[in-house]
Nanobody, 127 residues
Framework: QVQLVESGGGLVQAGGSLRLSCAAS????????MGWFRQVPGKEREFVTA????????TYADSVKGRFTISRDNARNTVYLQMNSLKPEDTAVYSC????????????????????WGRGTQVTVSS
């Protein structure tokens, strides 16, 4: 099975920045569409952003547009989430997800479509 491991979470003040990383095992990372989701206790998992196999196509939730950026380095089997201008409402456990994609331009925003998940990393934004 493909394993995904997130890192880079922590405690930051409102207006600050964090960069999350998601390292994947396996030899076919470049064939996976990737996404980031977040969840807080008592609430449903929320889509954050997703990217295609090459990283050329991306999409973002309205709540993070202009502040967050997803990118990937297929040579390093890693996807990143750059988070700027953080707000207290961004506080959550952030998880990355992967699924094989047949087309290079496919972007998947539905959690149920993803096959592999990391265990998440905590991001806390203080006022």
């Amino acid at each position: 099975q493909v394993q995904l491991v997130e890192s880079g979470g922590g405690l930051v003040q409102a207006g600050g920045s964090l960069r999350l990383s998601c390292a994947a095992s396996g030899r076919t990372f470049s064939l996976y569409a990737m996404g980031w989701f977040r969840q807080v206790p008592g609430k449903e998992r929320e889509f954050v952003t997703a990217t295609s196999r090459s990283g050329d196509s991306t999409t973002y939730a309205d709540s993070v547009k202009g502040r967050f950026t997803i990118s990937r380095d297929n040579a390093r089997n890693t996807v990143y989430l750059q988070m700027n201008s953080l707000k207290p409402e961004d506080t959550a456990v952030y998880s990355c997800a992967a699924v094989p994609a047949a087309l290079s331009t496919t972007v998947i925003i539905t959690a149920e479509r993803y096959r592999y998940w990391g265990r998440g990393t905590q991001v806390t934004v203080s006022s």
